[in-house]
C-alpha cells in the first residue's frame, strides 16, 4: 500500500475545506434546529465541483475518471471544514448511490441523461433499497416490478430514504421475479412527475435534520424500460458494487468530522481551567482526548486500505466491513467524549458539540448496521 499523496491531492483537500468553512456553516445551528434544506448551498456544492467528483468529465465531472481515493481524500477535507453532517452525508448517498451506479451500470442515453444534472446541482437524486418490513434482509423485498408492454409496474414503498422529498430522481430497487428471489431484484430510475409515483417527508428525527427523509409510494406506477438501470436480476450486484465506494466516501467526511472534534476538545481542553490549571492537565481528560486521537488514526488506516483496494480493482468486502464499523462506532464514541471534554458546555445546542453526537448515529445504522458489518465479517472468517 502507498498513501504518499501526491501534493494536488492534499491542496484539493485543504481548498475544499476551506471552502466548506467559508460558505456551507453560516447558520447551521438555526437550519439543524428547524429541519432546513438549503438547495443553494448544495448548488454551492456543485458549483465547487462536489458533485463532479462521482462523474467521469464527459458528463460534467472533475476528472476524465473517477478516482476513488482522490476523492475519498477530497471528502475526508469536506467532512473537515463542514459542520453540517448532514449535508456532507446526502451529498455522498448521490455521489455515490445512485451518480456512480448511473456510471458503472447506466446506458450511454442514461448517463447523458441524468449524469450532468445531478452533478451540476439542478437535480437531486435518492438510493431507495429500505421498505416497511424490509431493513437489514434488504433483498428480500416486497416491490415489486412487473413487466408490461413498453416497461415495468412498479407497486410498493419505500421507506427511511434520504432526499426522498425533494428527489427529481429515484433509483429503486424492485423485484421483477420475485420467484428468483434476489436474483429477480432490479433497479429503476423513477422521475419525479411519473404518474403513480409520490413522495412524502417523515418530519422529525434525531439527527441529519438538514437534510430531509422521507418515502416514495408507488401505485402502479409505470417506468418505461429505457428507464431500467442495468439488466432485470441486476439489482443485487449493483447495489452492492456501489456500496464499498459509498461506505469509503460517507465515512471519510465522518473521519475529517472526527478531526475537527478533536481540534475543538483540545483548543477548549487547553483553555478551560477549573482548580487552577487547564482541565487538559487532568488525566481523566487527556485520557479521553487521546483515545480521540487513537480513533482517528485506526479509522483512517481502515479508509485508506478500502480506497486504495478499489482503486487497483480489488474486493474489500472484509475491509469495508471492518471501517464500517469500525469508522461509525468511532464517530460516536469520540461526538461523546468532545461532549464530556465541554463539560455542561458540551450539552449546549449554541456550543455546536453535541449536534455531531446526533448525527453521529445515523452511522451504525445506515448502508448495514454494526450488526450487519459483523455478520460479514464473521461470515468471511468462515464461521
Ligand atoms: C440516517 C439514515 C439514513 C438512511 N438513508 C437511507 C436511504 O437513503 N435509502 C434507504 O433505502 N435506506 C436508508 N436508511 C435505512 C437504513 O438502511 C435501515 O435503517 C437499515 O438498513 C436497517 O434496517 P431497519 O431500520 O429496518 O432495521 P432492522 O433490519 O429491522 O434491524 C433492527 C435491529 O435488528 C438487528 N438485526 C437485523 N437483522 C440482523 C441479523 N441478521 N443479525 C444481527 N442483527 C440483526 C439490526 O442490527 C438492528 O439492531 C437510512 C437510515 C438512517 C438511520
Known amino acids: 500500500m502507498d498513501f504518499s ?33 438549503s438547495k443553494e448551498l448544495w448548488q454551492k456544492c456543485a458549483a465547487f465541483g462536489i458533485q463532479g467528483l462521482a462523474a467521469p468529465k464527459t458528463y460534467g465531472g472533475q476528472n476524465e ?47 447523458e441523461k441524468f449524469l450532468p444534472k445531478l452533478v451540476s446541482g439542478e437535480w437531486i437524486g435518492a ?34 430514504v434520504t432526499l426522498a422529498p425533494i428527489a427529481d430522481v429515484a433509483l429503486v430497487f424492485a423485484n421483477a421475479k420475485p420467484k428468483m ?23 422529525d428525527k434525531m439527527g441529519m435534520r438538514t437534510v430531509p427523509f422521507g418515502e416514495l409510494d408507488f401505485d402502479n406506477c409505470f417506468v418505461p424500460t429505457e428507464n431500467r438501470l442495468g439488466k432485470e436480476g441486476a ?5 452492492n458494487n456501489s456500496l464499498e465506494y ?12 472526527m478531526e475537527r472534534q478533536l481540534e475543538t476538545a483540545v483548543e477548549y481542553a487547553k483553555n478551560r481551567e477549573q482548580f487552577g490549571q487547564p482541565i487538559g492537565k487532568f488525566q481523566s481528560v487527556s485520557n479521553r482526548i487521546a483515545d480521540m486521537r487513537l480513533r482517528i488514526e485506526t479509522a483512517r488506516l481502515l479508509l485508506y486500505k ?27 464514541a469520540s461526538s461523546l467524549d468532545a461532549i464530556r471534554t465541554h463539560g455542561g458546555n458540551g450539552y449546549l445546542t449554541g456550543f455546536g458539540v453535541e449536534r455531531d453526537l446526533r448525527d453521529a448515529v445515523g452511522g451504525v445504522l445506515y448502508a448495514g448496521t454494526s450488526d450487519i458489518q459483523r455478520n460479514i465479517i464473521a461470515r468471511l472468517l468462515g464461521l
Open 65 to 111: 475518471n473517477i478516482d476513488i481515493l482522490s476523492a475519498m481524500l477530497a471528502m475526508e477535507g469536506f467532512g473537515y471544514g463542514c459542520h453540517d453532517n448532514g449535508l456532507a452525508f446526502a451529498l455522498n448517498a448521490q455521489m455515490w448511490t445512485v451518480q456512480l451506479p448511473i456510471v458503472h451500470f447506466g446506458t450511454a442515453g442514461q448517463k
Open 181 to 203: 428471489g434476489k436474483w429477480g431484484v432490479t433497479a429503476f430510475l423513477v422521475e419525479k412527475g411519473m404518474p403513480g409515483f409520490s413522495a412524502s417527508p417523515v418530519r
Open 5 to 37: 499523496w501526491q501534493k494536488e491531492q492534499l491542496e484539493y483537500k485543504k481548498q475544499i475545506a476551506h471552502f466548506a468553512q467559508q460558505n456551507l456553516n453560516g447558520d447551521i445551528i438555526e437550519r439543524d434546529m428547524k429541519g432546513i434544506f
Open 246 to 257: 459509498e461506505r469509503c466516501s460517507i465515512l471519510a467526511s465522518q473521519l475529517g468530522a
Open 127 to 160: 438510493h431507495a433499497l429500505t421498505e416497511p418490513d424490509i431493513g437489514s434482509d434488504v433483498f428480500n423485498m416486497k416491490m415489486t416490478a412487473e413487466k408490461t408492454e413498453g416497461g415495468y409496474i412498479l407497486n410498493g414503498q419505500k421507506r427511511l
Open 235 to 239: 439489482g443485487m450486484s449493483l447495489s
Open 306 to 332: 478500502v480506497a486504495w483496494l478499489k482503486k487497483t480493482g480489488q474486493s474489500a468486502m472484509m475491509e469495508a466491513a471492518l471501517l464500517k464499523l469500525h469508522l461509525s462506532e468511532s464517530f460516536i
